[in-house]
């Protein structure tokens, strides 16, 4: 299969957005009919629960193996959005809705209007003097306009994270109107996430987010002691926080945003001068799946560069390649399609080497150094786990 050919197709088996769908339709009766599949998980949700979403940032398929306990529940494997990263993804979490429509497309994202490339997340944007400018929440929401999940469920919600994470921008972009938890560790979140669900019986949705085990994986890669120890507390976490909801009327969904997979080579574009000239601003996307904006008129010269450069480390990709015709790639998901959808893409998808990321930081910055990477088109990127326990039906 070509690259082209894995953009538009689909693993086999259901999605991360099928989750967000029965969700959805569990707590709001009154959603559209979701056309996919996720066999057995109807039974477990209804429009009583407290709904309790734990979402691990990183948690790559085949960490299984590391967490017996969690095991136990493993329900399905699932595919995530694409690109596999943790803006695009978990914005797609906190919206119900697919790329294509929500249109973050990855850690840095270009906006047509105003002419900016913004880092969600960090809610940083970067003009044409790309100088660095903080946005609070307000600003942030102005820029992303995001069509919330919590604002169509009909319940209350909770989201419980981190304190730090509280006050971040991006974080109450998404939870405004809604409760926050803070708590200090993983040790602690068990006891948290159950005095709150007792606290609030059903209808309820509760949002958990961790987001350690994707730190380590970056740094130290998927295969290292660092990864494992940590996988060791989460399935210990995990069991704790079952174990002190036992008898509620919540169901309890653990999933993650990406997966990862182990790089080991670092191809920076500032050493490849060509290439820049001829681009309208640095690249934008991701490390593994980095979008390109080419000058007008130098696309042929764009599509050289890249080949003197780097050879067979990046396959290049024009937009018409993965974006057919009126409809984008099936992994940014149906529509309605954002207005921006296709200017945010950019010219070119560039996507390299599986061993291998791309960088193209900014003067002040030196970019980032991984171990372990994620966002583009394995396997290990794009599979996760869903994990099911229904706690009505434990002691």
Known sequence: MSVAESLRARHDGPGLMDLLGRIEASLNPDAPAHAGALAGIDPALGPDTHVVLWL???????????????????????ETVFPSTTATAITSILTGRHPAHHGLLGWHTRLAEPARTLTVLMAEERGADDQPARLDHRELAARVQPDRIIDRLGCPSTFIGPKWIGHAPYNRMMSEGAGFVGFDGISDLPARVAAHVRAHPGPHFTYVYWSELDHLGHEYGPESPEVERHLKQLDLAYTATCAQLAGTDAVMLTTADHGMRPVERRLDLREAPAVQDCLRHRLTGEPRAALAHVREGREAAFEAAVAQAFGDDIALLPREAWMAGDTPAPTLGPGPEHPELRARAGDYLLLPAADAYLVDPPADDEGPFFRGAHGGLSPEERRIPLFLRSLANSR
């Open 56 to 78: 691990i940032d990183g948690f790559a398929e085949d960490y299984r193996r590391h967490t017996p306990l969690m095991q136990a529940d493993h329900h399905a494997t699932l």
